[in-house]
T-cell receptor
Framework: KAGVTQTPRYLIKTRGQQVTLSCSPI?????VSWYQQTPGQGLQFLFE???????NKGNFPGRFSGRQFSNSRSEMNVSTLELGDSALYLC????????????FGQGTRLTVV | AQKVTQAQTEISVVEKEDVTLDCVYETRDTTYYLFWYKQPPSGELVFLIRRNSFDEQNEISGRYSWNFQKSTSSFNFTITASQVVDSAVYFC?????????????FGTGTRLQVTL
């Protein structure tokens, strides 16, 4: 069974640009969550999508957005990139079932220069 | 607000030693789930164990064991007979509200270095 796949693995962007990251969940998993990991702030929840709807949202500015497609694949977009957006972005998928664990992808390492 | 504290920033042990990673949490929810994840250098978070708030029975799974104590809001994780491959950053996490894994609050992580 394939795991969570995130593309691309690495990205270098310039301040002010926008970026789109992609996540393909484990087959059968309909919940997809996104996390940002930085040395200073650690792992922080961005948002979660289920059935193409955003169900939960973390405390991030509106420059961070996402969407989910009918096949449960998800994308997140960051507009007007800032240097502080440099981070490892992790996607996780899970069953919509209480107590189940989330499975994470290897992440996309975004560097903003 | 939910909070997870991992006071140990870094631990170094020699192979075959036992090591315990500490985790203290705060939540107002009566139903919640706690998790331990491992992050090797490759970056992927690997699920290790979970425990729900109604089950304080401590268990052993291979070289892993955990000690969940609601009275002290602690969820400690022990690796017995550590191996070099155990070297990684370990995160304790708490689920919010619904108890699903869709929104986790993580601790700051404990870096474990196992040497020969």
């Amino acid at each position: 069974k394939a795991g969570v796949t995130q593309t691309p693995r690495y990205l270098i962007k310039t301040r002010g640009q926008q970026v789109t990251l992609s996540c393909s969940p484990i087959s059968g998993h309909r919940s997809v969550s996104w996390y940002q990991q930085t040395p200073g702030q650690g792992l922080q929840f961005l948002f979660e999508y289920f059935s193409e709807t955003q169900r939960n949202k973390g405390n991030f500015p509106g420059r961070f957005s996402g969407r989910q497609f009918s096949n449960s694949r998800s994308e997140m977009n960051v507009s007007t990139l800032e240097l502080g957006d440099s981070a490892l972005y992790l996607c996780a998928s899970s069953l919509v079932q209480e107590g189940t664990e989330a499975f994470f992808g290897q992440g996309t390492r975004l560097t903003v220069v | 607000a939910q909070k997870v504290t991992q006071a140990q920033t870094e631990i170094s042990v020699v192979e075959k030693e036992d090591v315990t990673l500490d985790c203290v949490y705060e939540t107002r929810d009566t139903t919640y789930y706690l998790f331990w994840y491992k992050q090797p250098p490759s970056g992927e978070l690997v699920f290790l164990i979970r425990r729900n708030s109604f089950d304080e029975q401590n268990e052993i799974s291979g070289r892993y064991s955990w000690n969940f104590q609601k009275s002290t809001s602690s969820f400690n994780f022990t690796i017995t007979a550590s191996q070099v491959v155990d070297s990684a950053v370990y995160f304790c996490a708490l689920s919010e509200n619904t108890g699903t894994a869709s929104k986790l609050t993580f601790g700051t992580g404990t870096r474990l270095q196992v040497t020969l």
